[in-house]
């Protein structure tokens, strides 16, 4: 069993950087793949970047170069560094665990708020 929980989260104006953390719990967070999402009000939930379990990362592409996904297995923590922010990557971030790529997501935290004004 993995319990994940995201931090991080706020209001912030454009152009400024935010730091999410996803802290997991049980001795096998070091197997999983991580994933962020996000959902926007009356949208879709949808991916945003990911990390494997040898920390080769892939992202979204309305994310790329802005956001850096990051993990350490030795705090059982994965981040996501949020640069430039833009009102249009306002919602709420989940971060995701599953245990392969292409495999289904396990587990899922509650998600917090990220909000930027213009």
């Known amino acids: 069993q993995v319990q994940l929980v995201e931090s991080g989260g706020g209001l912030v104006q454009a152009g400024a950087s935010l730091r999410l953390s996803c802290a997991a719990s049980g001795r096998t967070f070091s197997n999983y793949v991580m994933d962020w999402f996000r959902q926007a009000p009356g949208k879709e939930r949808e991916f945003v970047a990911g990390?494997?379990?040898?920390?080769?990362?892939y992202y979204a592409d309305s994310v790329k170069g802005r956001f850096t996904i990051s993990r350490d297995n030795a705090e059982n923590t994965v981040y996501l560094q949020m640069n430039s922010l833009k009102p249009e990557d306002t919602g709420v971030y989940y971060c995701a665990a599953r245990p392969r790529i292409g495999g289904a997501h396990d587990y899922w935290g509650r998600g917090t708020q990220v909000t930027v004004a213009s």
């Open positions: 990390i494997t379990r040898d920390s080769s990362t």
